[in-house]
Structure formats: structure tokens, C-alpha cells
């Protein structure tokens, strides 16, 4: 039984045990029988207790095998020692799934670890999947089920909410008992021993009935997966995230500058973005996204309208939003002339609009359409405040007259108490969301645009790589070898730089001089000025030590500068050891950039890039992203900086080629992905100018446990990259040399391309229909995929010196990797070669690698070839007469 099997018996169980069941008042188990008994839960609960005949008047067992029924759901409240046994006994009773209440396990000590780590490998013994420990249990309101110890159940909704703390749950339940707000289901995971967020994320994505997935999170313990179930669904349901812990601890600084740059916390905002989830900062954002996404459309844009009929909640609002990243909307002059038009003289003829204190409901509704009928605003938000003249209601009235006939949202702040009840009930009734503070529906409101952007971005075709990228990845693997033979984890800087080069990143012409009169004869042959730093595995911060002089101009003062640096250098540190000295060329360009990364230890390797220098820690100026990187993600790190403005040209000075640094931090993701010993790189600084730019300074520090037990190939990243594993060569039958490949997110243009080849029978074998518009959003379905969980494979072809996509097989699988649907097409003038044999030949290879159980397609009843190609494979197939088609099924030999 698949994991989707198990939650969908967890959150529909037939029959419960509660083990741990009493009559006693001040015990969990008492709570639980209480939630479970008489409050409309229509399946059968049986209290387990041995020291009990009847609990609650219900008969007790002193087991779950004495039950008269087998037991879907054991929910467990015992002490900690008792847990083990308990598992086995529901082990051998085939009990599915289980909620462990109980605490005393990880955060007791080494005692609690070990009858943690025997709780679970029991359970795995026989696959039971368990919630829990230490939680508060879960909710489904619809079905009436509370196996829970909490005091109330939740309201039914559309919210999806999982939470690791369980006295946060019952907070928040009384919180969203009092705002009205409803869940699908409401789950308290604690420990998260087994199952954890990635679990549920998949399984609530699937449900139809769950508009939003809400979190509270303080760890994560399967980053990898996380990531892999968020940007599964983000794309059509948000999930919100409240992290807390945003904690001194990740700003310590490490060996390098990247480890003081790269904080926890800010990892855990650029893997957010990275996967499309939305993070929030207080309880109240995190159900007022979640509400306001329900309600209203997505911004495309951060620029707001604010309409008021006071100043200083205006002002408010106006400050939170630029403080935020917004933008006050511009009206247009036409918008303004006619505003002039329904309102007074005296009104503010900007943004915020200020209607004036005896607005009525008329010149409410007239002046919101008008700033959502202008070009320039992305969302209109209405304050009102109660006066004498104020109909709270009747402006709500008008104000839900204009929904749904622009493409924005609308927000508003009702403020006050009792005068603006009736017009808060009129508009949240109408799918209007009201708050009580302008700040709090600005902070929505963005985060609905960071929502909306994270996704754009995530899903915008990337640019082409600029030009073929042939690292030298085995003089790297050997240099590896070498170093860490001596007993060394970290780079000199020569050794830091030559590295750099093999995967093409640009770095300085330099020589090693050990003496004085080496020093003079070498800086003679790099040409003057020189650099001069010195050389030691044992100082990393080289100015520290007085171990960099600028600007030596002669071979008489090269000679005495190697001397005062050597002697700096033994002061600084009498114990390093000594290589000599670096000299290397003097370079001269307009910026210093900083290009860095650092093992996370939950996110893996991530990048940073800023500003670079000797300021770097001053202003730090610098943003984080994840390895892979292609064109669009490395531009968008950059993007995000202050000193980007300055690199595009500033003020009439010439900005750099927009390819150039996008390119470096693509190559440079690379030479992270492939050396999981990478500890900490830092290239501090990176100069650059219009012309390029070059290296000036590296640091490498290699992470021994890695050196010492290599891991699988790409295993230390969270994000899947791409399986150039899968690339083979293939041959036409009339002779034409084809690649099969994965495909990549800059393939789009390219399937785009290939669609204008498929005559409407080839059409509508692959999509039962006519494709009558080839949308963006479309083909970056069918592009950007997680290899982890989908795979396409296509054939490219050269014709002409032209790339062409000939066509794509591809293979689906559900959340849980156990099934996966088929789907092939090839493009008319390649058709008849052989390639749909191999195609599905190949990619059922893939399938039984990624540990696929099942392939299932559906295809119409006229397609002959089809149902050849899947009888001469054994697919079980079963004609759909009335609906005219045919599905067909195979159970995968794993073993083939």
C-alpha cells in the first residue's frame, strides 16, 4: 500500500483505536475519547485500555488485535517506554497508520533518541506510517473528525493547515473559530518522525476541496522532498509558510565570508522563492493570504491605489507599502480629470486618494473603479473610517457591485469597531476580504505580488546558453586527489584559482616566488605593477595578516615586500604554514563583486553574490540562490542587488554585456554541482568592467566528510538537475543521427516550433482535441519539469544546422512515485523512422529506474498504431466503448 493510500485511510479511517483511553478528566486519553465519541464522527472507536472494562461506557480491549474489527487508525497516548511494544502489536494487528501523542523521545536525551530510532524501525518493519510524536493529533471538520486532545474542533473551510507545534493549534483554533475561518483539515505532525510536510503537501495538492496549504514550520528535516512537493503545486495552489527562528545563530561567522553572508534564515527565504512559496511573518498573514487568495485575483504588478477618506491611514498604508517593496500607483492624467469629475474641490488629486471625510457610498464605488479601470495600478485598497456622515454598509454594498469586472484585487480596511460591523459582513460575504489595519492589507497585498513574481520568474523561458561550456572536470577531480593527500581541506590561492579556470571562470596571471630575489625575478616577468599576497593554507583573510601589498612597482621593492610580508605574516600566525608568496597582476576595473557559496545544513550548497571588497560585511549587499542555475535564475540573483544597477551602466557609464555575469554564475553553479566536496568557496573580489571581468582573490575550503566517503553525483543538492545521464544517441531508419535527451526549460521555443509540424491527426492522437493556441503557460508545462518526479525525453535533430525537436515521450508519476501516465507524439516529417519504438522502449527503462510500480495512457479508438505499440509490450488494454478510446496498463518488472 502506496503512501497516498495510507493518508487517504488516516483522514478517512472506518475504525479507530485510542490506546491510552480513560474515564479520567485530566488525561489525554480522555480528551481523545471525548473528541471522537458523540460529536458526529460516523466511524467506530474503540478505547484500548487493559486495566479498563468500559471507557465512556464503551466497551475497552486490552489490545488492538482483541477487537472484533481490523483497526484503520491507532491514535496513541501512552508514556514514551510503553511505544515500542505498542507499535509491534499494531504491526501484527495490520493496523495501517498511526498518531503518536505521546512525547518523551528526541527531546529527552540519548535515552529518547534510542526509543525513538526503535519506534520507527518497527513501524517500517510493517509499514505503518506514523504521526507524530509528540502532536497534538488532526482534524477533518467535514467528516466531523477530531483525533485530537484539543478543546474544540475546527470550523469546515478550504484551508490546509499543518503546524509542529501543537499549543500554536489550539491558539489558532480559537483564533479561527472567532474570525470564522475553516479548514479541510487541520494536522499537528510534531516530530515529524515519519510522516512530514512533503507528505502532506502532496497529498492536500491532490485534493480539490483545499484552496490553500498553510504552514507553521521551526525545522525541516527533508529539504530535498520539501522542495520536490512546493514546486509541484505552488503553480496552482499557494502555500504559505510561517518559519520562525529567524536566528543569530546562521549570522555567526564561518572560515569565509559566504558563512556570514549566508545566515539560515536567509536560505530558507531564497529556497522559498525558489520553490514558489510564499512566506509570511505573523499568524494574522498567514490565514489573511491564504483568505485573499481565495478571494481575489493575483496582482501582476506591486503598484497600488489607495482610496481613503482619511489622511493618516492613507500615509500609513502608503509608508508600509514602500517600506515593503511596493509602489504607490501613478494615476493617469485622464483618471485624475475624472475623479475631478465626482468628487469635491479639496479632494488629494493623487495617490492616496483622499475622497474626504463626507464620501458617500457613490463616491466610494466610482473612485475604486476608476483606479482599477487605470493602466497604472496593479490593486485598489479602500480604507474607511467611521464618521458622522459614514454608511459603512451601503459603501460596502457598492463597492462589491464592482467585483469581478476587472482583472485586480480589491482590498479593504474597515477601521473601527461596532459602526463598521454590518459593512465588514456585506463585503467579506460579497468575496471582498476586509481588515482591521491599512498595514496589514498592504502586507497581504504584497504578499500576493511576491506570490505572483516568484511564479512568473520561476516559470519565464530562460535565455539560451551563450556558448558551449567544456569545464575541465578531471584536472579538478585529480587536484582534489593531490591536495587532500597531504592531509590539506583547504585550497592557496594559486590552487584556488587554478580550479577556477578549468570550469572557465576568468582569474589573474600569477607566479609563486619563495625567496626575495625570487619575488624580484618573477614580478619582472608578470609586468608591473604587481600584487603581492601571501601564500598559506592557514590564513584565509590575508589583510588580516598584513599579508597583501597593492601597487609594487619595481624588483628592488618587490624584494623587500616579500620580506615584510613573510615577517607580518609569522606575527599574524607563528604556526601557518608558509608556500611562499603570490604575484600576480595588477587589474584595475570600475567594480569589486563577490561571488561566494557555503554547505547549508539543510538546504546544501547555496551561492551568494553581491558586492564584493572590503566592504563586502559592511553593507552586505548580496542575495542567496540554490545550484542549478540556468540563464533566468543566475539574472535574477543579480537583479536583486544594489550594485546591479550600477553593472547595466549608470549616468552615462557603459553597462556590462547582460550575458556576461549570468554566464560566470552558471558556470560556476556547475563546478559546485559537480564537487559535493565543496565546503565554502569564496571569490572576493571579482572585478569587472564593461570589457569583463577576472579573479583577483579565491578561497576553497573542502568538506572533509565528503573527501573521506564520496556521495552519489549530484545527491548534495536539494533542487533535481538536469540527468544527462539519460542523453543517447539514436539512428533514423533512413540513417539521420538523432539525440534522445531530457528536456530543458530552454527547449520551449523549440516545442513551440515543433507543434507547427503535427497535422490535426497527429494532434489529436496526442490531445484528444485540436490545440487551437500554443500558450506560454502551456509549453512551460511541458518544459520545466521535476526530473524527480516526471521525465520527457526528446529527439533532437539537425536539419539544416538548425536544432529541431522531433518529438517528445514522456512519463507522469503521481506525488508518491508510484504510477505514472504515458504520453507520445512525433511530429509529422519524422514519423515512419522508428523512433516511437524507441521512445517507449527507453523510456520504460526510465521508469524502472526511478522505481516506477505502474504506466498507465489513455488513447482514441482510431489510433491502430498506439494499440500495436502497447500490445507488442504487454500492456493490458481495455476498450471505453462509450467515451470511444482505450486505456492501457502496465505493472513494471522491476527486475527487467
Not at 533566468?632 to 550575458?659: C, F, H, Q
Not at 549530484?714 to 539512428?731: A, C, G, I
Amino acid at each position: 500500500m502506496n503512501t497516498a493510500e495510507k493518508l487517504r485511510i488516516l483522514f478517512n479511517p472506518k475504525t479507530i483505536a485510542v490506546i491510552g483511553a480513560t474515564d479520567s478528566p485530566d488525561r489525554v486519553g480522555y480528551a481523545l475519547m471525548r473528541n471522537l465519541i458523540g460529536q458526529g464522527y460516523n466511524g467506530i472507536v474503540y478505547p484500548i485500555n487493559p486495566k479498563r472494562m468500559s471507557v465512556f461506557g464503551v466497551r475497552a480491549y486490552p489490545s488492538v488485535s482483541k477487537t472484533p474489527d481490523k483497526i484503520d487508525l491507532a491514535v496513541v497516548a501512552t508514556p514514551a517506554p510503553t511505544i515500542p511494544d505498542i507499535v509491534r502489536d499494531c504491526g501484527k494487528a495490520g493496523v495501517e497508520v498511526m498518531v503518536i501523542i505521546s512525547a518523551g523521545f528526541m527531546e529527552m536525551g540519548e535515552e529518547g533518541k534510542k526509543l525513538f530510532a526503535e519506534v520507527f524501525e518497527t513501524a517500517r518493519r510493517y509499514n505503518i506510517r506514523i504521526v507524530g510524536p509528540n502532536c497534538l493529533g488532526f482534524m477533518v471538520p467535514k467528516i466531523s473528525l477530531n483525533a485530537s486532545f484539543a478543546n474544540k474542533i475546527a470550523m469546515p473551510g478550504k484551508l490546509a493547515f499543518i503546524s509542529q507545534s501543537g499549543a500554536l493549534c489550539t491558539s489558532i483554533l480559537d483564533w479561527s473559530v472567532r474570525e470564522k475561518v475553516g479548514f479541510n483539515y487541520f494536522v499537528s505532525i510534531g516530530s515529524m518522525g515519519d510522516i512530514g510536510f512533503h507528505d502532506l503537501i502532496d497529498y492536500f495538492g491532490m485534493d480539490s476541496n483545499v484552496s490553500s496549504i498553510l504552514i507553521y514550520m521551526e525545522s525541516l528535516t527533508d529539504a530535498r522532498a520539501f522542495m520536490s512537493a512546493a514546486r509541484a503545486f505552488a503553480r496552482t495552489k499557494p502555500i504559505i509558510v510561517l518559519k520562525v527562528g529567524r536566528s543569530a545563530a546562521g549570522a555567526k561567522a564561518a572560515k569565509s565570508h559566504t558563512g556570514s553572508l549566508s545566515g539560515d534564515d536567509a536560505t530558507f527565504d531564497a529556497a522559498f522563492d525558489r520553490a514558489g512559496v510564499i512566506r509570511v511573518d505573523t499568524i494574522n498573514e498567514l490565514f489573511n493570504s491564504a483568505k485573499t487568495l481565495a478571494m481575489q485575483p493575483r496582482p501582476k504588478g506591486n503598484r497600488l491605489a489607495i482610496v481613503t477618506n482619511a489622511g493618516g491611514p492613507g500615509v500609513i498604508a502608503t509608508d508600509t507599502l514602500m517600506n515593503g517593496g511596493g509602489a504607490i500607483a501613478e494615476l493617469s492624467e485622464n483618471t485624475i480629470t475624472e475623479l475631478d469629475k465626482v468628487l469635491p474641490p479639496s479632494w488629494s488629486r493623487g495617490n492616496p486618494a483622499d475622497v474626504l471625510g463626507d464620501a458617500d457610498a457613490a463616491k466610494y464605488k466610482a473612485t475604486v473603479e476608476m483606479c482599477l479601470r487605470d493602466e497604472n495600478t496593479d490593486g485598489v485598497l479602500a480604507i474607511l473610517t467611521p464618521q458622522a456622515m459614514t454608511n459603512a454598509a451601503a459603501t460596502g454594498e457598492e463597492i462589491t457591485k464592482i467585483l469581478n469586472k476587472h482583472n485586480k484585487p480589491i482590498l479593504t480596511a474597515w477601521m473601527g469597531a461596532d459602526d463598521i460591523q454590518a459593512g465588514k459582513e456585506i463585503l467579506e460575504k460579497g468575496g471582498i476580504p476586509v481588515f482591521t489595519a491599512p498595514e496589514d492589507a498592504v502586507s497581504t497585498f504584497l504578499n500576493m505580488y511576491h506570490y505572483s513574481r516568484n511564479l512568473d520568474l520561476l516559470y519565464e523561458t530562460p535565455e539560451t546558453i551563450p556558448g558551449e561550456f567544456k569545464p575541465n572536470i578531471e584536472a579538478n577531480k585529480k587536484m582534489i586527489k593531490d591536495i587532500t593527500a597531504t592531509g590539506r581541506f583547504t585550497f592557496t590561492e594559486s590552487e584556488a584559482k587554478e580550479f577556477l579556470s578549468n570550469y572557465e571562470i576568468p582569474t589573474t596571471k600569477t607566479a609563486i616566488a619563495t625567496s626575495g630575489s625570487e619575488a624580484s625575478k618573477l614580478a619582472e616577468q608578470v609586468g608591473f605593477p604587481v600584487v603581492m599576497k601571501i601564500l598559506s593554507p592557514d590564513i584565509l583573510h590575508k589583510t588580516d595578516a598584513g599579508g597583501v601589498k597593492v601597487g609594487v612597482k619595481s624588483a628592488e621593492e618587490a624584494a623587500e615586500t616579500y620580506a615584510q610580508i613573510i615577517e607580518s605574516a609569522k606575527n599574524y600566525n607563528p604556526d601557518a604554514e608558509i608556500k611562499g608568496i603570490l604575484i600576480e597582476q595588477m587589474v584595475s576595473k570600475k567594480y569589486e563583486l563577490f561571488i561566494g557559496c557555503k554547505r547549508d545544513p539543510i538546504f546544501g550548497p547555496v551561492i551568494v553574490f553581491g558586492l564584493g571588497g572590503v566592504s563586502v560585511e559592511v553593507f552586505k549587499d548580496v542575495n542567496i540562490g540554490l545550484p542549478p542555475l540556468n540563464m533566468g535564475l543566475a539574472a535574477k540573483l543579480i537583479e536583486n542587488t544594489k550594485i546591479s544597477t550600477l553593472l547595466k551602466g549608470y549616468r552615462g557609464m557603459k553597462g556590462m554585456d547582460p550575458s556576461y555575469l549570468p554566464y560566470l554564475l552558471y558556470k560556476f553553479a556547475y563546478l559546485i554541482m559537480d564537487f559535493p566536496e565543496i565546503s565554502e568557496v569564496d571569490i572576493n573580489p571579482f572585478c569587472v568592467d564593461e570589457t569583463g571581468g577576472v579573479t583577483l582573490d579565491a578561497k576553497i575550503i573542502l568538506d572533509k566528510k565528503s573527501v573521506e566517503k564520496p556521495v552519489a553525483p549530484y545527491s548534495h543538492l536539494v533542487l533535481p538537475t538536469y540527468p544527462k545521464q539519460f542523453e543517447r544517441n539514436f539512428t533514423f531508419a533512413d540513417g539521420r543521427e538523432v539525440l534522445l535527451r531530457p528536456i530543458r526549460p530552454e527547449d520551449e521555443p523549440m516545442e513551440a516550433e515543433m507543434f507547427t509540424h503535427f497535422s490535426p491527426r497527429t494532434e489529436r492522437f496526442r490531445f484528444f482535441q485540436q490545440i487551437k493556441n500554443i500558450t506560454h503557460e502551456l509549453l512551460v508545462r511541458f518544459t520545466q519539469i521535476d526530473y524527480s518526479r516526471e521525465m520527457a525525453i526528446i529527439a533532437e535533430v539537425d536539419e539544416g544546422g538548425e536544432k529541431k525537436m522531433a518529438g517528445v515521450v514522456r512519463i507522469i508519476a503521481d506525488p508518491f512515485n508510484d504510477s505514472a501516465e504515458f504520453a507520445i507524439v512525433v511530429a509529422d516529417p519524422w514519423q515512419k523512422q522508428g523512433l516511437g519504438n524507441k521512445f517507449t522502449d527507453y523510456i520504460l527503462e526510465i521508469a524502472r529506474e526511478m522505481g516506477l510500480r505502474r504506466i498507465y495512457a489513455n488513447f482514441l479508438k482510431e489510433n491502430f498504431i498506439m494499440k500495436h505499440l502497447f500490445e507488442k509490450r504487454n500492456f493490458k488494454i481495455t476498450l471505453h466503448s462509450e467515451d470511444d478510446y482505450y486505456s492501457a496498463e502496465l505493472v513494471l518488472d522491476q527486475e527487467s
